[in-house]
């Protein structure tokens, strides 16, 4: 367990230049650079970490990257996360393996943990077991109040980040922005096994679409089976539940079911595609999977939250400085050139998804041109430009 170091009455006696709620990737990343800036920052989590989550737990190029450019490359080798070769994509028993280049598997108990671990060594403060909600704006500051049962107490900070994830309503209950749902989106489905079947190897991500949804699989650093879906609600509905709708799915490549796949306590998601009105107004900026999220694809969905976090932090440090509505414009119009925009790979891929028998097309396809999957490769992994010039 990682204690924090900080009591909730020790934070409601000061005043902080950031608190950041929600400490996963996005949120961990922004402390520890926001830290490394000797800025006073408190990190916010409603759980206790390490903590279970709903990820397919996959790092893609763009995202390694970016962990390299912040110094925090390390935290993989130091962890023994796991390069990911290939991946075998399948579909109605066809199934096709093409390479990776530069991807790796991490648990996101380990990688936020580190990240977490990583912004105290820096000098921030960390509080679990917290409820966050936003209170008043002022001239300058915005004000944050802190629960823990009931016990509730008032604090304030000059910037305020929402980084409270894919279900967040930090900016929604307070009626500064709306949450679209687009129509008809799945909702996200995950468990990991022990003891998998040894046809699930090191190295290999594995991945299958069929009706009402799809899964991938892959081994984490301390040999479980990691499965992340994207499911219908009406077929979890019509099969019983999440586990026998990913028993379905893997019967359909005849690939082997992990022991008590049915019965193992999957874990669920709100709506995962979605997105905020606004990504920034006055004193708040919002990142990670908050400010907006589509079905993801290798790795992107954490790319996206390390991007975000290394681009708003200087923006943030300007901001504890010294006010101005401008730095808000500058992160709604850097989110949509550099976040927005590599979404819409993930868009596509979603709607390939939904269609099983396209999915058997693009397989055949590729098994005859298997030099067709490199250039989607190759985008995933390719790294945002260096936030470090803003």
């Known amino acids: 367990m990682i204690k924090p170091n900080i009591s909730i009455e020790e934070c409601a006696s000061q005043i ?23 800025l006073r920052v408190l990190l916010v989590d409603r759980q206790a970490f390490p903590r279970p989550k709903v990820c397919g737990c996959c790092l893609n190029g763009n995202a390694i990257a970016t962990l390299k ?7 993989l080798t130091e962890n023994q996360a796991i390069s990911i070769n290939e991946m075998c994509l399948g579909s109605k028993k066809i199934n096709h393996t093409f390479p990776l280049q530069r991807q790796m598997v991490l648990s996101r108990e ?27 704006l002022t001239t300058s500051s915005r004000e944050v109040f802190l629960k823990q049962g009931e016990l509730q107490l008032l604090s304030t900070a000059k910037i305020v980040v929402a980084a409270d994830g894919l279900g967040g309503r930090l900016l929604v209950r307070k009626n500064i922005t709306t949450h679209l ?31 009402g949804g799809y899964v991938g699989l892959v081994r984490l650093e301390d040999g479980r089976l990691d499965l992340a879906a994207a499911f219908d609600p009406l077929a979890i509905k019509k099969h019983g539940g999440m586990g026998p709708l990913a028993k379905s799915l893997l019967q359909e490549m005849d690939w082997p079911l992990p022991l008590n796949l049915e019965f193992a306590p999957w874990r669920g998601t709100p709506a995962l595609t979605g997105r905020i009105e606004q990504v920034a107004t006055e004193r708040l900026f919002v990142i990670g999977d ?35 509505p401008e730095l808000a414009k500058q992160w709604i119009s850097k989110y949509k050139s550099h976040i927005t925009k590599r979404q819409g790979v993930c868009k596509t891929a979603a709607f ?33 430009k260096a936030a470090t010039s803003i």
Do not use: Q
Not at 16 to 38: E, F
Not at 297 to 322: D, R, S, Y
């Open 16 to 38: 902080w230049d950031v608190i950041i709620v929600g400490a996963g990737t996005a949120g961990g990343l922004a402390a520890v650079l926001l830290a490394r800036k000797k």
């Open 69 to 75: 450019e912040t110094g925090l490359h390390h935290l």
């Open 110 to 136: 380990c990688l936020d943990s580190s990240l977490i671990k990583e912004a105290m060594l820096e000098g921030a403060f960390f509080l679990d077991t917290t409820l966050a909600e936003l209170g008043k």
């Open 181 to 211: 749902a687009s129509t008809n989106t799945r909702i996200g489905a995950g468990v990991t096994l022990l003891d998998p079947p040894d046809f699930y190897k090191n190295g290999t991500l594995f991945m299958t679409s069929g009706n």
């Open 290 to 324: 908050a400010a907006g999220y589509i079905e993801p694809f290798t790795g992107e969905g954490m790319a996206w939250a390390f991007t975000g976090a290394n681009f708003v932090a200087p923006l943030i440090a300007k901001g504890v400085g010294c006010w101005e």
């Open 352 to 384: 390939l998804l939904r269609w099983p028998l396209l999915v058997k097309l693009a397989l055949m396809g590729l098994k005859v041109f298997p030099f067709l999957s490199k250039p989607v490769v190759a985008m995933l992994d390719k790294p945002n």
